[in-house]
């Protein structure tokens, strides 16, 4: 308790200072909101790169994410860049990583594989693909691969919702396998990659009718649904 303390008030500090134009990200979200401009795959560039500009101030200064510096990313072209995941079942860390990644590449065409059931639940279905987080099935990640996208794929896929606090960053089999052959079929490079600290910021440890328990959901409401800040690392 005492560590998670000082790790949120120096989180705390951070975020402060690193959210200078909140009002003016706020906007933006809100306007793309209001106005939709989604493709024919249901994506919303503008709302997208609105969110995204939004979490980066957010995910440096809560989650103090760290991205190596030499990380290779693609500037053009198809890639697939595959991570674990943890067992938390929103996208959370798949917004995150988005935004990083296309930060970091200097590219728009990101795209994430998340859960199918992603889009299926009410209200967050709909936005989770307007930001570019698609549901993972087989030919996704080949159509999007066919047209140079930067995507994004956990192989994991929902076989990692089953992992608890004790199994963390310990791979399961792959549910989502077929994301790594679609590419290799394609000859598209595969950048395995690895994040950390995720999995502390949602301990599961246990489930109940399904719903995963942290030590800090549901105990707290929606406060709950929000990271611990302990510091998330990319490889």
């Known amino acids: 308790v005492s560590d998670v303390a000082s790790e949120a008030r120096d989180a705390g500090t951070r975020l402060w200072r690193s959210l200078a134009d909140t009002r003016g990200r706020a906007t933006r979200v809100a306007f793309a909101l209001r106005a939709p401009h989604a493709d024919d795959a249901g994506v919303d560039a503008e709302l997208r790169d609105a969110v995204a500009e939004a979490v980066r101030p957010a995910a440096r200064g809560w989650l103090g994410l760290k991205l190596r510096s030499d990380l290779p990313l693609p500037q053009r072209g198809a890639a697939l860049i595959v991570f674990n995941r943890s067992a938390w079942p929103l996208p959370l860390e798949a917004i995150v990583l988005s935004a990083a990644i296309s930060e970091r590449a200097r590219r728009r065409d990101v795209y994430v594989l998340w859960d199918p059931t992603i889009a299926k639940a009410p209200f967050l279905g709909r936005y989770a693909r307007r930001l570019g987080i698609l549901p993972a099935a087989p030919g996704r990640a080949r159509e999007l691969l066919e047209q140079s996208a930067l995507v994004i794929g956990f192989p994991e896929g929902m076989a990692a919702r089953e992992k608890n606090y004790a199994d963390r960053y310990r791979l399961v089999d792959f549910a989502d396998d077929f994301v790594v052959r679609e590419a290799a079929t394609l000859g598209v490079p ?15 440890l246990g489930r109940v009718a ?13 406060l709950g649904l929000l990271p611990l800040p302990l510091g998330w690392k990319v490889r």
Request: glycine content about 10%; overall charge negative.
């Open 190 to 204: 595969v950048v395995p990659a690895a994040i950390v600290g995720h999995e502390e910021s949602f301990p599961v």
């Open 210 to 222: 399904g719903v995963p328990l942290t030590p800090m959901f549901p105990l707290t409401g929606a």
